[in-house]
Each structure stands twice: as structure tokens, then as C-alpha cells.
């Protein structure tokens, strides 16, 4: 079992920064990939980023050059720094763990355990 908590979310200026965190517990974490995902209201559930390593890291074309995922193994934790924010980023965004060997293809399927979400709010 994995359990994952995420934070950082609020509200943004459109152009702005946040920093998303997700603290992982229960496994040893350097033994699964995280990824990040994200819905808005109305819409499905979509792939945003996800990292096994340092090198090992996919985004979504949407968010390339904008958003970077890292890992801390040491602190159990995965962030995504989020710059040059739009509000068509606005959504509720959700840490997950997997340890499928399809990790990176982005697809939800892959992904056994979720964290709560947390709500990212752009202004325009």
C-alpha cells in the first residue's frame, strides 16, 4: 500500500508560479514511479506529468516547458513546479503512484494508488 498526500494548490495570477507536493508513505518510494494528473470540472482525468528518476521524467504536450516534476527519495516526496500558469490549467490536480512497467504511457489505468487531489485555481 502506498498513501500519498498532496499540497500546495491555490490561487493564481495567470503568468504566476506554484510548487505542488505529494508525500508518499507505505512503500519504499524509490520502488515505484509518481506521476501527477489533473480534471477539471466536466472533463476527464488527465495525464500531466509523471518521473521514475531524475532522467526519467514524461509530460504532456500541453504542459512541456512549463511544468517540472522531481523526486526526493530521501523525503518520500514529488513535486511539480508550475510556471507560466494559464487558466486553462485550472483544475483539481492529483499525485499517483504506480509501479507498472507502462508507467509513462500516462494512462490512468496504470496508476494503483491516488491522493486526495488538490485544487489549482489561474485567474485570467
Known amino acids: 500500500q502506498v498513501q500519498l498526500v498532496e499540497s500546495g494548490g491555490g490561487l493564481v495570477q495567470g503568468g504566476g508560479s506554484l510548487r505542488l507536493s505529494c508525500a508518499a508513505s507505505g512503500r519504499t518510494f524509490s520502488s515505484f514511479a509518481t506521476g501527477w494528473f489533473r480534471q477539471a470540472p466536466g472533463k476527464e482525468r488527465e495525464f500531466v506529468a509523471a518521473?521514475?528518476?531524475?532522467?526519467?521524467?514524461y509530460y504532456a504536450d500541453s504542459v512541456k516547458g512549463r511544468f517540472t516534476i522531481s523526486r526526493d527519495n530521501a523525503k518520500n516526496t514529488v513535486y511539480l513546479q508550475m510556471n507560466s500558469l494559464k487558466p486553462e490549467d485550472t483544475a483539481v490536480y492529483y499525485c499517483a503512484a504506480s509501479s507498472s512497467s507502462s508507467w509513462y504511457r500516462g494512462r490512468r489505468e496504470a496508476y494503483a494508488y491516488w491522493g486526495q487531489g488538490t485544487q489549482v485555481t489561474v485567474s485570467s
Open positions: 518521473a521514475w528518476s531524475r532522467t526519467s521524467t
